[in-house]
């Protein structure tokens, strides 16, 4: 069973940044395939940004492109999420997945929810005008 946990959620005002950290242990055969997601009150949990277990594929939906970026440590299951010039509409809860496997490279999966096997519990972040 594999246990994800994140972590760095918070408040900050607009234009601010945070960075969001996703451990996931309990497996230990190779790297997981890692990806964030959130969730706004009110509307559907949307993929924010997915890796390869190499991390040499990152991948992001377009309202995050340019402001936020996806890493991971070298040979480990942990994901950064670092978020830079945050908008209000960037207030959410933000989770952390993982696969067993990674989709094949360039494939839409890498922010599809139903790709990813374990989750995290999630962390809040909340972004004020």
């Known amino acids: 069973q594999v246990h994800v946990v994140e972590s760095g959620g918070g408040s900050v005002e607009a234009g601010g940044s945070l960075r969001l950290s996703c451990e996931a242990s309990?497996?230990?055969?190779?790297?997981?395939?890692m990806g964030w997601f959130r969730q706004r009150a009110g509307k559907e949990r949307e993929g924010v940004a997915g890796i390869s277990t190499g991390g040499d594929h990152t991948y992001y939906v377009g309202s995050v492109k340019g402001r936020f970026t996806i890493s991971r440590d070298s040979g480990k299951n942990t994901v950064y999420l670092e978020m830079n010039s945050l908008k209000s509409d960037d207030t959410a809860t933000y989770y952390c997945?993982?696969?067993?496997?990674?989709?094949?490279?360039?494939?839409?999966?890498?922010?599809?929810?139903?790709?990813?096997?374990?989750w995290g519990q999630g962390t809040q972040v909340t972004v004020s005008s």
């Open positions: 997945a993982t696969a067993l496997s990674c989709p094949p490279a360039g494939s839409s999966y890498f922010l599809l929810g139903n790709w990813y096997q374990y």
């Open positions: 309990g497996y230990t055969y190779s790297s997981l395939c």
